[in-house]
């Protein structure tokens, strides 16, 4: 069984085979444990424990966003008045540059190969996400680099004391996501970027991100259900709270949406006096050179070429500002382009990570149609071979994981499914994903849910086709455990550590990231 190491006794090879990628844009440089033996009082552990005290669940969220008499104060009056408090007004925040980027689907990505794209310009970036994987540090970055721990807790600690100290009274305080919202637009005024990537939290209209009102370069990109239960339950509804991002005489870009979202995004494009482009198909690209990373499946295509339009727009405002701003789509994709293309990385998306004779491949796909996208994505580097394929699955908030599970077996035979909570190991632990909303009992009861809505599956398929149904599943072995850690030494004892699997990690960010975790703390000792 491979055993678990603290953070100073991972090897090197174990680090270079796992992180890689994730390194090389700083994710892991740092990283903070919290164990037995961790010290309480380092200050990016206090600062992270700090920030973890603002958090708020689903109730409060759907609250700000869908109760009519407190949207102006959740849009503009809360998130201006803490802004202001830390001597940004809405007049300062007008002179940053913002990119605004909102969509269900591949907008981190689409946010990542915008400031790679840029950046091989020799544009200096910013560019605020959402999650993090592992540190919350890659919330915030600046030229591709997550801001270092020094830098946050710099600002961490100057924006929470005076906040704290201008509060009106006890609550008086930003929500975690609000409070990161705030200190990121900080950070960007204050470190001297040319231009801030800014990702939406949830929605468009209602997100706290969108306080900035100067936007001239706005980015949606493909629509689907998630978040009914904040933004609505049908996709009309869903492409009204995203086009809320558009402002007055903005360019805005989008890929092909279904017709109803589209008329609802054109609606509001005329609204706003906005100019609205449909991006061209990738392949009717020319090419200097063809990327040789970041565009082999079709998903990753249509987010490059909604990033290529954006960028192009942002650089042609901006470098030539003397000439009417209208829109010019490009065509001719030059070299600096397919360099920022070919160097963006962005990790936990469709991700494949070679580990001993495992081949881990990480997904944080949770709506149907990115399921669907990750299905096809393992079933296309894994039909091939005879190895057995594995999955670790689960799901956070209202998601239907009845849904999301059915998709993913009637795509893959799996010969083990574990449920597990997005728990990296119960020996150890990042500060940086420790929810203070969820303990552990109701994640290994969601886990429990998650298994038995694979048994009702599963008997609906022998309730409609008989004995038959249970063709892939009569040898099925499914567990839920407590963390990824043990999911991997259970795989490691059914099957020993000599055969190679394939293993499907997916159903939510968080749990990738508590691969992530695990994965660098598996012993590198065969």
Known sequence: MHSVLSALGSSFWCRKMVFDAAKSVGIVKSLHIASESHTVGDSYDEAIKTLNTLQSNAETIQQTVRNSGDIETARFRE???????????????????????????????????????????????????????????????????????????????????????????????????KFLTVMAFNVFLEEDIDVAIVEVG????????????????????????????????????????????IKPKSHIFTVDQPPGCLRVIEQRAKEKNATLTVVPDFDTYNWVQFPGKNVGTKVQRVNASLAIQLSHDWLQ?????????????????????????????????????????????????????????????FVD??????????????????????????????????STIIFTPNIASEKFHATD?????????????????????????????????????????SKLQCQVLNSVADAFAYLDNMYGKEREIDVLITGSLYLVGASLLALEHVDAKK
């Not at 609906?460 to 892939?472: F, I, Q």
Request: with cysteine; hydrophobic share 35%; net charge positive.
């Open 381 to 414: 580097n894994t039909a091939r071979n005879s190895n057995p394929k594995c999955l670790i699955f689960n799901v956070t908030g209202s998601r239907d994981s009845k849904k999301l599970l059915r998709m993913l077996i009637n795509t893959s035979s799996f």
């Open 317 to 377: 405002h901006h470098r030539l500002t003397r000439l009417k701003r209208k829109v010019n789509l490009l065509k001719e994709i030059s070299e600096e382009i397919s360099d920022g293309i070919e160097n963006t990385k962005w990790p936990g998306r469709c991700q494949i990570i070679p580990f001993h004779r495992r081949t881990i491949f990480l997904d944080g796909a949770h709506t149907l149609e990115s399921m669907e996208v990750c299905a096809e994505w």
């Open 433 to 473: 994903n420790t929810s203070v909303l969820t303990g552990r009992d109701e994640a290994l009861e969601r886990c429990r849910k998650n298994e038995k809505d694979l048994q009702d599956i599963i008997a609906e398929k022998v309730s409609k086709n008989g004995l038959c149904g249970l063709n892939g599943f």
């Open 79 to 177: 998130t201006e008045k803490f802004l202001r408090r830390t001597g940004v007004p809405l007049e300062r925040l007008d002179t940053l540059s913002v990119i605004h980027v909102a969509g269900t689907k591949g907008k981190g990505s689409t946010c990542a190969l915008i400031d790679s794209i840029l950046r091989s310009h020799g544009i200096r970036t910013g560019f605020f996400s959402s999650p993090h994987l592992i540190s919350a540090t890659e919330r915030i970055r600046l030229n591709g680099i997550p801001i270092s721990e020094e830098n946050f807790v710099k600002y961490f600690w100057r924006i929470y004391n005076t906040l704290q100290k201008s509060q009106d009274h006890e609550r008086d305080m930003p929500t975690y996501f």
């Open 202 to 245: 949830i929605g468009g209209e209602y997100d706290c991100t969108n306080i900035v009102r100067n936007t001239k370069t706005v980015g949606i990109t493909s629509l689907g259900l998630d978040h009914t239960h904040i933004l609505g339950n049908t996709l009309e509804e869903i492409a009204w709270q995203k086009a809320g991002i």
